[in-house]
């Protein structure tokens, strides 16, 4: 493995722990900063990868994630309605090959669990989204990407066991005007 290819493989590695640091968050607003963070790093890895619809579709959940898009408001699902269009005009414009398909599904999914009202369809809906992402990585080359998807993947399923048998509970602050109630047993 080169210099290049370490350097690479550490940026991802980098963007991934700042996605998972930021699922330790009490407040959507540092969730929302750290998660921005995680994305811009991996924009970069995509890039050095030359994965473009890494590249794009990154970007543009990292957008999502700056412009603190609540789906709770109607600006917000207008916001998220509109990702989509944009995620498929991004795909056409710069599409390299079939694998483009799976970060483009990988984003829909992600898209979706934004838009979700519960806690357990949120968990899900980003579950079911680590395996284009992670077959994307397989893809690319991308050891974080695989690593991340199976690492979120688990921890999801996790999370939503433990809301279903009532052993989880959603941290607010007052002004955490977005954060979702559990979905309880």
Do not use: K
């Not at 710069?94 to 979700?116: K, V, Y």
Request: proline share 4%.
């Amino acid at each position: 493995m080169s210099t290049f290819d370490i350097v690479t493989q550490a940026v991802g590695f980098v963007g991934y722990g700042l996605l998972l640091a930021a699922t330790l968050a009490r407040r959507r607003s540092s969730l929302l900063t750290i998660d921005a963070s995680g994305g811009a790093v991996l924009v970069l890895h995509w890039a050095l990868l030359g994965a473009i619809a890494g590249v794009t579709l990154n970007a543009l959940y990292t957008a999502v994630d700056v412009a603190g898009v609540d789906a709770e408001s109607r600006r917000g699902r207008i916001a998220l309605a509109a990702s989509v269009p944009v995620a498929a005009a991004l795909v056409v414009i710069f599409w390299t090959g079939p694998a483009d398909l799976l970060a483009a599904a990988g984003l829909l999914f992600a898209i979706a669990s934004r838009a979700s009202r519960g806690q357990v369809q949120l968990r899900f809906l980003a579950m079911v989204g680590c395996i284009p992402w992670g077959i994307f990585g397989l893809v690319h080359g991308s050891i974080p990407q695989v690593a991340f998807s199976a690492i979120y993947f688990v921890a999801m399923g996790v999370s939503i066991l433990r809301i279903r048998r009532g052993h989880w509970r959603v941290r607010t602050a007052p002004d955490d005007t977005a954060m979702m109630p559990a979905d309880g047993p």
